[in-house]
C-alpha cells in the first residue's frame, strides 16, 4: 500500500470546498435564466464533483478493502451517517398531503436510497460493500466502466420513451440509475486503482496536465453533442458524463502531486470536514431562504454559502460531540 494513502493533501482538501460549491450552485440552479451557460455549468462541468468525492472515497477505502475488521467498521459508520441525516431530514421529505400509493412509493424510495443530496452517502455505503466482494476481480476496472456507461444509458432512457407512459415514469426516477452500482461503485474503485497502482507517483505532473486538457476537450465536446442530439425535445438534470472517467481521475491525480500547504496553523482534515459539514446542511439553508425571502438566484447562492458555512464552522467545533453527524 502507498504511504500517501494515509497522509493527507491540503491542497486536495481545499478543493474539496470548492466542489462543494459546485454542488450547491447545481442544487440552487444558479444559471437558471440563461438556459446554455446553465446547461454547460449545473449539468456540465459542475458535474465534476460528486464523481470527485466518489473517486477520493475510494482512494482512502484501500485501507479498509483487505481488512474485514476495519470494512466492517466504516460500513457501520457510513450506515450510521445515512441513518442520522435521513432522519434530519424526514421533515422535507414524508408524505403529509395524504398518503396515495404514488406518495408512499416515493417516500420508500427515498427512504432506501436517500432523498435528495443524501443519495450519496447511500451509494457510497453500498458502493463500498460490491467494492469489497469485487476487489480481486480480474477484470474490476472493466466492470465499473461498463456500470458507469450503462447508468450513462438509462439517464438518458427517457428522452426516447412516450412522455405519459409508465416506462418514462419508471426512468425519471433518478434511485434507477443515480446509485451504488452504476455511479457509487465505479467511481469509488477508481479511486481504489489509483492507489492500488500508485499512479500518483508513476504519472508524471507533465504528462497528467496535458491529459487532463484533452480529456476537459473531449468533456466540452460531450456536453455540446448532448446539449445538440440528445435535448432536442426536452431536458432534464444530468449525473452521468462519459468523459468524467478520465477527467475526474485525472484532475484527483494531479491534485495529490501537489505539495503545497497555504495554511500552516489548521490541520488539512479541516477542510474536509468543513465541506462536508456545508454538503449535509446546504438544503435546508436553501428551504429556508427560499420561503421567508423572495430573493434573485445569484443572491440565493450567495447566501446559501454565507449561513451553509457558518453552520458548519459551527458544527466543526462541535465535531467531537456529534462525531455522528460527519
Not at 119 to 139: P, Q, T
Not at 204 to 213: A, D, E, H, P
Request: glycine share 4%.
Amino acid at each position: 500500500m502507498p504511504s500517501t494513502i494515509n497522509e493527507r493533501n491540503q491542497s486536495a482538501d481545499i478543493f474539496r470546498l470548492l466542489l462543494i460549491f459546485m454542488v450547491v450552485a447545481i442544487h440552487v440552479n444558479v444559471f437558471s435564466e440563461i438556459r446554455k451557460i446553465n446547461f454547460f455549468t449545473v449539468d456540465g462541468y459542475f458535474r465534476m464533483a460528486v464523481p470527485i468525492f466518489f473517486i477520493i472515497n475510494g482512494y482512502f477505502f484501500q485501507q479498509y478493502v483487505t481488512d474485514k475488521f476495519l470494512f466492517r467498521k466504516w460500513l457501520c459508520r457510513a450506515l450510521l451517517l445515512f441513518a442520522v441525516w435521513q432522519i434530519i431530514y424526514l421533515p422535507m421529505y414524508i408524505p403529509t398531503d395524504g398518503l396515495t400509493p404514488q406518495h408512499i412509493a416515493v417516500f420508500i424510495s427515498q427512504a432506501l436510497f436517500g432523498y435528495h443530496h443524501l443519495w450519496y452517502v447511500a451509494a457510497m455505503a453500498s458502493g463500498g460493500v460490491i467494492l469489497y466482494y469485487v476487489k480481486d476481480l480480474r477484470y474490476a476496472l472493466l466492470l465499473c466502466v461498463s456500470l458507469f456507461i450503462i447508468g450513462w444509458i438509462l439517464q438518458y432512457a427517457r428522452i426516447f420513451l412516450q412522455a405519459d407512459s409508465l416506462m418514462f415514469k419508471v426512468f425519471s426516477q433518478y434511485w434507477i440509475f443515480r446509485n451504488g452500482l452504476f455511479f457509487g461503485f465505479p467511481m469509488m474503485f477508481i479511486g481504489v486503482y489509483i492507489a492500488k497502482n500508485n499512479l500518483i507517483e508513476k504519472l508524471s505532473k507533465t504528462r497528467c496536465v496535458i491529459l487532463l486538457f484533452f480529456s476537459f476537450l473531449l468533456l466540452s465536446l460531450e456536453l455540446c453533442l448532448t446539449n445538440i442530439y440528445l435535448f432536442k425535445k426536452i431536458s432534464y438534470h444530468i449525473d452521468f458524463i462519459i468523459s468524467l472517467l478520465i477527467f475526474c481521475p485525472l484532475l484527483f491525480i494531479l491534485l495529490m502531486k501537489s505539495n503545497v500547504v497555504y495554511f500552516t496553523h489548521l490541520k488539512s482534515k479541516s477542510f474536509a470536514l468543513i465541506a462536508a459539514a456545508v454538503y449535509f446542511v446546504h438544503p435546508y439553508v436553501i428551504f429556508f431562504l427560499e420561503k421567508y425571502l423572495n430573493l434573485s438566484v445569484s443572491l440565493l447562492y450567495a447566501l446559501t454559502l454565507v449561513f451553509s458555512l457558518i453552520v458548519a464552522f459551527l458544527l466543526f467545533s462541535l465535531r467531537k460531540k456529534l462525531f455522528f453527524i460527519f
